[in-house]
């Protein structure tokens, strides 16, 4: 009898350890998938990213108000058009590449070139659209912008310091720090703080409340991917891929929204770029943008 109960006590405890193994396998094992993802993203040669970004009018200060209407007076759109953008690139070995692109607008409105603490913007694709849309809109006075005769590119602080506005502030999400470098014991612990859930493909979505955003990070299903369109190849389908979303819960950010998505990718080697503003031309450039910004008054009215 002593058996007898024995063994039906050592079955009911086998089987409440497996139970508890496998509750503990469905909650741990999302976490592992999700953690061995960020972490082949993040450690990859290379890391592909797509962004896109909504800003919210309603806080610019007068100094970024002006700059909205100057950049559509320059790119020939609407005001409203330049609140959304997308901005997609690559990093390798600490070098950075992105194009930056205005909703409805055909190809990239600049590129940007970084490095560690250094970025370079094409100031030369920014004027040479104004020259070309102000000599289509007025053909008779196409001779009053002047051919670019300065160096490419120049440092993202020279041109805020132009322009008088944090532009850095106005188009990089503030998106979850302390993720890269991580274990993945790391990325385990940082997903089982945040609400989990089962989306309809299969991936997985861990959301938090991150310095006033409703930010949400999305795993895709294995051998699968979030949004893979039907033009993208089996290849780029099935890359391991990360997607952070955030969505400004109190209204008070200049940035309402943002996407994006991080893909692992093969190494490749970048340079930083080879024609930079001497000082002497900022201080030219300097002058030619007052001369541009006294056309802007006259002939941006006709808008």
């Known amino acids: 009898m002593k058996k007898k109960y024995l063994t039906t006590g050592i079955f009911i405890g086998v089987f409440f350890l497996c139970a508890a193994a496998v509750c503990a396998a469905v909650r741990f094992l999302p976490l592992l998938r999700a953690a061995q993802t960020v972490r082949r993203v993040l450690s990859a040669e290379s890391v592909e990213y797509d962004v896109h970004v909504t800003l919210n009018r309603n806080q610019f200060s007068e100094r970024q108000e002006q700059f909205l209407q100057a950049v559509s007076w320059i790119l020939e759109t609407d005001e409203s058009a330049c609140l959304s953008w997308k901005v997609c690139g690559m990093i390798s070995d600490g070098r950075g590449y992105a194009q930056i692109f205005c909703a409805g607008l055909d190809g990239p409105v600049t590129d940007v070139r970084f490095e560690k603490n250094d970025i370079w913007v094409n100031v030369k694709m920014i004027y040479e659209a104004l020259q070309n849309n102000f000599t289509s809109a ?17 440092s993202l602080e020279q041109m ?3 322009f008088q506005i944090d532009i850095k502030g106005m188009f990089m999400p503030d998106m979850p ?7 993945t014991w790391g990325y385990i612990v940082m997903f089982s703080q945040m609400e989990r859930k089962k989306m309809e493909d299969g991936g997985q979505q861990f959301s938090m409340e991150w310095n006033g955003y409703q930010t949400a990070v999305e795993i895709a299903k294995p051998g699968g991917a979030v949004e893979a369109s039907d033009a993208q190849s089996d290849k780029t389908a099935h890359k391991p891929s990360i997607f952070i979303q955030g ?7 200049i940035i309402a929204s943002y996407r994006a998505e991080i893909s692992a990718g093969l190494a ?3 340079a930083a770029p080879a024609s930079v ?16 910004k006294g056309m802007q008054g006259e002939f941006g009215k006709e808008r």
């Open 277 to 292: 503003m001497t000082q002497d031309e900022i201080e030219q450039f300097m002058k030619l943008w007052e001369f541009v």
């Open 268 to 270: 490749r080697e970048m």
């Open 247 to 253: 969505e400004d819960q109190g209204g008070g950010r």
């Open 177 to 183: 720090k302390g993720a890269s470098g991580q274990n």
């Open 138 to 154: 007025h053909p008779l006075l196409g001779h009053l912008l002047p051919d670019w005769k300065y160096s490419d590119y120049m």
């Open 160 to 162: 805020e310091e132009i």
